[in-house]
């Protein structure tokens, strides 16, 4: 299944997991310092529905914020 949403778009995104170790200033510590740095990946949240097209129905990958912003019509 493709990660990327029929009507707007949406794709995968790339980004970082941070670790940090120590204890923060404001908690008496000597500040937070980065031990290392991953790579990942935001996935958009894609839900396969039932979609009408066309006086159709199709099934289509569609993100929840067109969803929820009414850019489909439910079959």
Avoid: E, W, Y
């Avoid at 790579?39 to 529905?49: D, E, G, T």
């Avoid at 199709?58 to 850019?71: D, E, L």
Wanted: glycine share 14%.
């Amino acid at each position: 299944m493709s990660k990327v949403c029929d009507i707007c778009g949406k794709g995968v995104r790339p980004g970082n997991r941070i670790v940090r170790h120590g204890l923060a200033k404001k908690k008496g510590g000597v500040g937070l310092h980065t031990t290392g740095i991953n790579a990942r990946r935001f996935l958009p949240n894609l839900q396969r529905i039932r979609v009408r097209v066309n006086g159709g129905t199709q099934t289509r990958n569609v993100c929840t914020s067109c969803i929820k912003a009414g850019k489909i019509v439910k079959a």
